[in-house]
Each structure stands twice: as C-alpha cells, then as structure tokens.
C-alpha cells in the first residue's frame, strides 16, 4: 500500500511539474535576449517553493533569482526582541507570540529561554487566542505583534473591541515602504511581489512603484507553476519593453486590495520610521498604535519600565549574514556561520528561525544542496 503511494506520488509531482518544463523552456528561449536580469521575489513562501521545487537550477545562468525582505519574523530588529525582553523582567504581564519569534536568539537566550527561566510567555496561533487570554487573566496580557499587512488587520480587529487587560506590543511593518527602500538602494531588474500581502493592499501600492522606478513586478501565487510564469512574464514585458505590474495572482488579489481591511487598518494605525534588519530605518514603515488606542498600546502604557532601556549590540551575531541574505546581495551559503555555528536546531540568526527565513528553508531543504 506504501509503496503504491509512494508511486502515485511521484506520478503527481511528475504531472504537476509538466507545466514548470514547458515554461523553464520559454524561460531559456526568451533569456538569449539579455545579458543578465536580476529578479527578487518578496516572499518567504515564494522562496519555499523554489527552493523545495528546486527552480532556480531550472532557470539558465544570465537569469538570477533573488530573496528579498518577505519573512516577518527576519526583519524584526533584535531592538524589538530587546524591548520585550526587558518589559518582561521590568512588568508581572503574560507575553503572548508566536511560536518562531519565541526562537529568535538574542545574547544566547530567546523567549523560550527565558519562558525555561519562569516568565509567563505563552506561544498562541493568532491574537485571538490572546485575547482568551486576557479574559481569563488578572494579570496584563501583552501580544507581541508581527507581520506585514497580512496579520496587521487580525490585530487591527481585536483592538477595535476594546477588551480591557489586553495590550498590543507592534512591531507590525508596512511592506510598501521597504520596496521603496530597496528600489534606492539595491541593483534589481524586477520583482516577483508576495501574494498574501497583495491581497490585503491590491495591485495600486505597486503601480507607485513602477511609476517612481521604473521596475517591472508580478505579483505571483506559489505554486511552482506560478513562480515561473511570472518569471517568463517578466522576461516577456523586459523584452518587449513593457514596464508594467501584472498580477498573476488575479484569482486571489484584486485591484482594490481587501477594502474592509484596509479600513481596520487604517483606524488603528500610523506610520512611523522604524528599523528592519538589512534595511535600517525605513520611512514610514512602522506600524504604530493610533492615539486612540494608546490605553492599548503596550510601549505607551509600560513607558516606564523602558525609562532605563539601551538597546546594545549582540556580538554573537557579527558573523551573521542575515541582513545581507535579506537585501538579496548574499545567499545562505555566503554566510560563514551557514550549517556551522547557525543552523535549525541552533539558529544564530533570524533567517535561520523562521520556516519563512530563506537561511531555515535552505538548510531544511533537501534540494539546498543544488542551490
């Protein structure tokens, strides 16, 4: 009977795989035209496709595909694990976060860590679950919250139900801003844009973009099929001379975005400039509490406990290449800690935590050893 599955699964992969040759074909045909293009994709789901699919070693040489900042937890700041850490030694409260934030490392420790040491940290699947927290709780709740515009709108919907004893830490992000950043900053020919995000701000953020640089972009699903299509897109819009977005992703992402969200969002929050790892300060890239909501908003409401913080530098991690793997100008094995002092049971950086980290998903991986 296994051994029955086993082949009917490898006919499945071989059949749904049939479309990812015939496009990797048009891929090489179209590529004669260019001497090189560089194309990053902006999504830590997108990079676990490629890699688990091994399709870059399907693409030919002059066509480099890059991983860009789309992993919430890898571009949060070790000065955001350093506040949270001190609110917890500083304030009797109950943390909750999710589970790969828990494992981010900061001067050898973690939240696990310090949940080992007798703080009440509790790992939750979404801020609902914080939110059951806080109603069966005498002590503050807090929820370290994270992410992009995809999970920014779940904390914009709790906090608008006003539940007392429950307090939001944000280290959310605006995506928009960082592509912006990259644009100034880095060498790229194209974008592959990240489907869950686009389907919460639409296709118009993107068409600014184009406007100011002039890059090319197609927001993309994550089949493999659809990582390739919207390669050959690319290449088919750069060689026709078209500077255009185009959303492949149309079953799922709509001019408009997700309007309902968007308002959410915009009741609860305000940009701020905030840091990212690799980036550096972003304009307008952090999402902080509204004024209304500052009863809610955890670095208000404990301001004192943070009286006395300085964020330091953690030296264990000079080595690290996290940054540079997030800016696209490094991969994983350019990194000298990469599956050495840094790896999935011992992860050093970021990238090396999340299952959304380009470092984790190529050292999980059994084709990262093509890459």
């Known amino acids: 009977m296994r051994r029955r599955q086993k082949?009917?699964?490898?006919?499945?992969?071989?059949?749904?795989?049939?479309p990812v040759i015939r496009l990797s074909e048009k891929i090489r045909e179209l590529s004669k035209e260019f001497e090189s293009v560089k194309i990053m994709h902006l999504c830590g789901t997108h990079e676990d496709t490629i890699t688990k699919y091994n399709l870059r070693s399907l693409l030919p040489e002059n066509i480099s595909l890059l991983s860009g900042p789309g992993c919430p937890v890898c571009i949060t700041p070790d000065e955001d694990i350093q506040m949270v850490m001190h609110l917890l030694e500083k304030e009797n409260i109950t943390l909750a976060t999710f589970g790969d934030m828990a494992r981010v490392p900061f001067q050898g420790k973690s939240l696990f860590t310090l949940r080992?040491?007798?703080?009440?940290?509790?790992?939750?699947?979404?801020?609902?679950?914080?939110?059951?927290?806080?109603?069966?709780?005498?002590?503050?709740?807090?929820?370290?919250?994270?992410g992009f515009e995809t999970t920014m709108p779940s904390?914009?919907?709790?906090?608008?139900?006003?539940?007392?004893?429950?307090?939001?830490?944000?280290?959310?992000?605006?995506?928009?801003?960082?592509?912006?950043?990259?644009?100034?900053?880095?060498?790229?020919?194209?974008?592959?844009?990240?489907?869950?995000?686009?389907?919460?701000?639409?296709?118009?953020?993107?068409?600014e973009i184009l406007k100011k640089y002039g890059i090319p972009q197609v927001i993309a699903g994550f089949e493999p099929e659809d990582v390739m299509l919207a390669i050959y897109l690319l290449l088919e819009a750069m060689s026709d001379g078209r500077?255009?977005?185009?959303?492949?992703?149309?079953?799922?992402?709509?001019?408009?975005?997700?309007?309902?969200?968007?308002?959410?969002?915009?009741?609860v929050f305000r940009k701020e400039d905030w840091s990212w790892r690799g980036l550096g300060v972003?304009?307008?890239?952090?999402?902080?509490?509204?004024?209304?909501?500052?009863?809610?908003?955890?670095?208000?409401?404990?301001?004192?406990?943070?009286?006395?913080?300085?964020?330091?530098?953690?030296?264990?991690?000079?080595?690290?290449?996290?940054?540079?793997?997030?800016?696209?100008?490094?991969?994983?094995?350019?990194?000298?800690?990469?599956?050495?002092?840094?790896?999935?049971?011992?992860?050093?950086?970021?990238?090396?935590?999340?299952?959304?980290?380009?470092?984790n998903i190529w050292a999980t991986s059994g084709t990262s050893r093509t890459q």
């Open 116 to 146: 080992a040491e007798g703080y009440d940290i509790r790992i939750v699947y979404s801020i609902f679950d914080s939110l059951k927290l806080a109603e069966s709780s005498d002590r503050p709740v807090v929820h370290f919250a994270i």
């Open 282 to 359: 972003v304009k307008g890239s952090g999402g902080a509490l509204a004024k209304r909501f500052e009863q809610f908003d955890a670095r208000k409401v404990f301001e004192d406990a943070f009286a006395d913080f300085q964020p330091v530098e953690d030296k264990s991690k000079r080595l690290c290449r996290c940054g540079d793997v997030l800016k696209g100008i490094a991969t994983p094995k350019d990194c000298p800690l990469f599956m050495k002092a840094c790896n999935p049971r011992n992860p050093v950086g970021a990238c090396m935590v999340s299952v959304e980290g380009t470092c």
């Open 7 to 18: 082949r009917l699964g490898s006919c499945w992969r071989e059949l749904q795989m049939k």
């Open 155 to 207: 904390t914009a919907i709790a906090l608008l139900d006003e539940k007392e004893n429950f307090y939001v830490f944000s280290a959310h992000r605006f995506f928009i801003p960082a592509v912006h950043a990259l644009c100034e900053n880095t060498t790229v020919d194209a974008f592959i844009n990240p489907g869950h995000v686009s389907t919460i701000i639409g296709v118009k953020p993107y068409r």
């Open 243 to 267: 500077r255009e977005v185009i959303n492949e992703y149309s079953r799922a992402v709509k001019e408009e975005g997700n309007v309902r969200a968007l308002e959410a969002m915009d009741r």
